[in-house]
């Protein structure tokens, strides 16, 4: 970490036209936005020169020699070539600027998932051993990193400037963002949507470490995020317990000790409750009813992340055949 540099106030820095490079895509993004730039700038210069030029030339009453109008056929060439010109400086662009957005929103196979929920009004964040953080984001350089980016209640929008990332954060979609650090340092993060009163506050940092500094932060956050205490908090939160813990009035199939056991299907099948079949019963709860119940379950598709599932399935293993006989038990 000694070679960080926080990028989080401008007082300290010295001017920048644009913010920090801190990512691969950075460079990228700023090469294309230079050159489009540069080539405004000098057309600009080309043609108020030319109407300058022109203006004082051939001013009222400037004896200069005219040039005869050409022909028509002439005109007409000159103009297909200034369109087909400028068509083919188009075309570049537009294949350069595409081919770079189809880049930065396709994330590379071996990329590392960090999940990403925006709330009114902060940013909750989730490593991919359950560490978890709000409003600061930990990541190693040169490695890229996904962001599964969604918001639990209005549009937002991840924005990193740093990395040259902006996303919306969608209710009920999820969409994804990549990139790769390459300068360790804390880096500004915004909500670059209006979403509220507090919309300018909901912004955080970016902290961009060496990867044995990112590995240690890991084990030092994540050690205390057990997935079978987490996993049991969101059985509560789910509802799950409403209908499937021991003493619950709802004839629904209770999960205590049901990890690894035999079940008999309605449809006359047996499976083994395993984490597979314990995922799709929360999935597609009507794929496959337990005998004896009716399909009443909803669908928790959609509305529950993987690494909740894994957590969930974690509890529902833990659990032993006597957990909640007795009242107190289960967690309320
Ligand atoms: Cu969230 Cu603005």
Sequence with gaps: MSHSVSYLQDADQPFRFIPVQASTGAHDVDLLAYVLFGLCVVLAFVVAGLIA?????????????????VSEHRAHWIEAIFALVLLAVFLVFFYWGGRLMVDLYRPPADAMTIHVV???WMWKLEHPNGAREINTLHVP???NVRLDITSQDVIHSFYVPAFRIKHDAVPGLHTTLWFKATQTGEYRMFCAEYCGTNHSRMRGKVVVMAPADYADWLDANGHDQNPVRLGRELFRTYGCSGCHMGRSAVHAPKLAGIYGRSIALADGRTVVADQAYIRDSILQPKKQVAAGFAPIMPSFAGRISESELQQIIAYIRSLKPGDWATAGEGGD
Aim: net charge positive.
């Design 53 to 69: 030029w022109f203006g004082i030339r051939y001013r009222a009453g400037s004896t200069v020699k005219r040039f005869a109008p």
């Design 118 to 120: 925006g709330k009114q």
């Design 141 to 143: 350089t040169g490695r």
